[in-house]
């Protein structure tokens, strides 16, 4: 194959490439928000590493970095983030607690790892949801119960009050 044909052929392919990962991008960016519409306020990292890339460090210690897929609070609002953790050889995890990145503007090899992992990320957070409004309903009933109960002592007392203040009112 002459050298003209390679190149036609990879621009073929870097245009198919370029094209599929902007559809990708818009779809990502497009479930990200309707994420931050639910007003979910919570975080979550998805335990799994999308990637992992390990080096040495300056003191000769191997250095590991993992990227995980999260829904993290970015600048005030909660986002689909990649969530960078460096762990040195002697495994202690660097002290920044790692560096957080919106998802859209990650290196495109996250970002596409990230869209095979975003289907359980959002069945775990759903079902974080379902947990924390099972509890809140829970809790509500508990304190219903005892702002009934508070009530009722309140009225029996006022009520006692009452009638000894009728008694002492009485020749």
């Known amino acids: 194959m002459a050298i003209t044909e ?4 990879l621009g073929q392919s870097a245009r198919q490439l370029n094209d599929s990962s902007d559809e990708l991008n818009s779809l990502v960016a497009a479930i990200d928000r309707a994420l931050g519409e639910l007003r979910l306020e919570m975080e979550f990292l998805h335990p799994r590493p999308l990637h992992e890339s390990a080096s040495v460090g300056r003191e000769g210690k191997r250095v ?5 897929l999260g829904y993290l609070k970015i600048r005030g609002e909660h986002h689909l983030a990649i969530k960078t953790m ?8 660097s002290g920044d607690g790692g560096a957080v990145t919106p998802l859209m503007v ?4 996250l970002r596409h790892a990230a869209v095979d992992v975003l289907p359980e990320l959002v069945a775990t957070i759903s079902r974080q949801i379902d947990e924390m409004a099972a509890a809140i309903e829970r809790r509500c009933a508990t304190a219903r119960a005892l702002l009934g109960d508070l009530e009722a002592m309140s009225a029996r007392s006022s009520g006692a ?3 000894l203040a009728e008694e002492d009112e009485s020749p």
């Open 6 to 9: 390679q190149l036609n052929k």
């Open 64 to 68: 590991i970095e993992l990227a995980y």
């Open 86 to 93: 460096k762990v040195l050889e002697s495994k202690v995890v």
């Open 106 to 109: 990650a290196p495109r090899p």
């Open 161 to 163: 009050r009452a009638m």
